[in-house]
């Protein structure tokens, strides 16, 4: 049986700082086999239309506008879109929902809508319950540390980069980079000073 993928609607942000960018993330939402998903990913650190309109009508050479000082990093493009997805579902659930209650509405849109929100609601994952918290081990803080070590080389905000990697709130990053420290993965720092060590010197306490 053929499951069809309806395209919800596209959103877009500036990214990683949604003030300041420098760059431009765009979303495309949609149901795909009777589930919400991420359909497309772009992230543009030009307008895209200047970019299509750069680009040359023949073979060789592609003339782009100016990029200014912000090209995308490797870094930088880590994307939490396990939580773009469900920001997503929880604002498109509230939008249905008025729609499908909307008398002036016509009949048809607001059929869609509830169709649309009984899909959303299914898609749900079960609430889980009650539990010890995970424990992590070595090999989970080293990935922190190198992590946090390559965004700050990269001249990338090194906590925001952990936490967009493991797809965990900033406050949960920071805490496994102190922990990090405790271990001799990452030097001790001042407060509020983001440090690492050189790139030819590895340290751990034993």
């Known amino acids: 049986m053929e499951h069809e993928t ?30 919400p998903a991420i359909v497309a990913v772009e992230v543009y650190a030009a307008d895209p239309e200047a970019i299509r309109a750069a680009m040359p009508k023949r073979w060789p050479g592609l003339a782009l506008p100016p990029l200014g000082e912000a090209p995308i990093t490797s870094t930088g493009i880590r994307i939490p879109l396990a939580e773009k997805l469900a920001e997503y579902v929880t604002t498109r659930e509230v939008r249905d929902r008025l729609i499908s209650k909307a008398p002036t509405l016509p009949k048809p849109i607001r059929e869609q809508a509830a169709k649309r929100l009984r899909t959303l609601e299914r898609s749900k994952p079960e609430p889980r319950g009650p539990g010890r918290p995970p ?21 990338d905000p090194p906590t925001l980069a952990v936490a967009e990697d493991f797809v965990v709130s900033k406050s949960t990053a920071a805490k496994w980079i102190a922990r990090a420290r405790e271990k001799g993965l990452l030097p ?11 790139a030819d010197k590895t340290r751990r306490k034993p």
């Open 135 to 155: 424990q992590y081990g070595d090999e989970h803080f080293e990935k922190v540390a190198a992590i946090y070590t390559a965004a700050l080389r990269l001249g």
């Open 188 to 198: 001790e720092t001042a407060q509020g000073k983001a440090a690492a060590w050189p």
């Open 6 to 35: 309806e395209v919800l609607s596209a959103v877009e942000e500036r990214w990683p700082d949604p003030n300041e960018g420098p760059w431009t993330l765009r979303l495309t939402f949609g149901i795909v086999r009777d589930r």
